[in-house]
């Protein structure tokens, strides 16, 4: 079974100021990962999601993510925040495996930027 | 523009009523999917479509019911038998649903309220 921890429930950051939001999942097989964005009351978005090859995936907005398989991680960063970047962010893997479509969410990291 | 709609934006249901939410997309994609998402909780996934006239339970389908009948359409119906409705309802879709690494495209999602 797999399963997704973002252990900071909520981020407070102020802007301008760097931002990394973690993410560690759990599998007894490799996986794709992802990374989404929810803004309030609204659906979510892909920023950006690992495949294979290089171990640092850049995405929309201005945020990266680097994968560390010894330390199954999937951190989230940015340079630099915005107000704009205040929103709900999730982490999710996908089992590499026949047929598999399955999202496996973990339980989300509100980043809430300040001026 | 191609997305995928959600109806209504908010939905209130009464003790014992069923209440059925739309989702359509013009995507052209095969795979349709439906998410419970709860307070403080990651996404969970409730029923899945990989083509027209099929669709297998996720990990939280009791309560729940799908169709499928028209490639762009994945209505879900809440039944009286689910107990704690109360959530924000996500759709949404992907190009085939069988190989891993797709990206899900989300709907704007659908607030469903018990009176």
């Known amino acids: 079974a797999q399963s997704v921890t973002q252990l900071d429930s909520q981020v407070p950051v102020f802007e301008e100021a760097p931002v990394e939001l973690r993410c560690n999942y759990s599998s007894s097989v490799s996986v794709y990962l992802f990374w989404y964005v929810q803004y309030p009351n609204q659906g979510l978005q892909l920023l950006l999601k690992?495949?294979?090859?290089?171990?640092l995936v850049k995405g929309i907005n201005g945020f990266e993510a680097e994968f560390n398989k010894s330390q199954t991680s999937f951190h989230l960063r940015k340079p630099s925040v915005h107000i704009s970047d205040t929103a709900e962010y999730f982490c999710a893997v996908n089992p590499r495996m026949d047929s598999s479509y399955k999202l496996i969410f973990g339980s989300g990291t509100r980043l809430l930027v300040r001026p | 523009d191609g997305g995928i709609t959600q109806s209504p934006k908010y939905l209130f249901r009464k003790e014992g009523q069923n209440v059925t939410l739309s989702c359509e997309q013009n995507?052209?994609?095969?795979?349709m999917y439906w998410y419970r998402q709860d307070p403080g909780q990651g996404l969970r996934l409730i029923y899945y479509?990989?083509?027209?006239?099929?669709?297998q339970k996720g990990d939280i389908a009791e309560g729940y019911s799908v169709s499928r009948e028209k490639k762009e359409s994945f209505p879900l119906t809440v039944t009286s038998a689910q107990k704690n409705p109360t959530a924000f309802y996500l759709c949404?879709?992907?190009?085939?649903?069988?190989?891993?690494?797709?990206?899900?495209?989300f709907g704007p999602g659908t607030r469903l309220l018990v009176l």
């Open positions: 995507l052209n994609h095969d795979a």
């Open positions: 949404a879709s992907s190009i085939e649903g069988t190989s891993g690494g797709e990206t899900q495209y």
């Open positions: 690992y495949l294979s090859g290089s171990t």
């Open positions: 479509s990989q083509i027209v006239n099929d669709f």
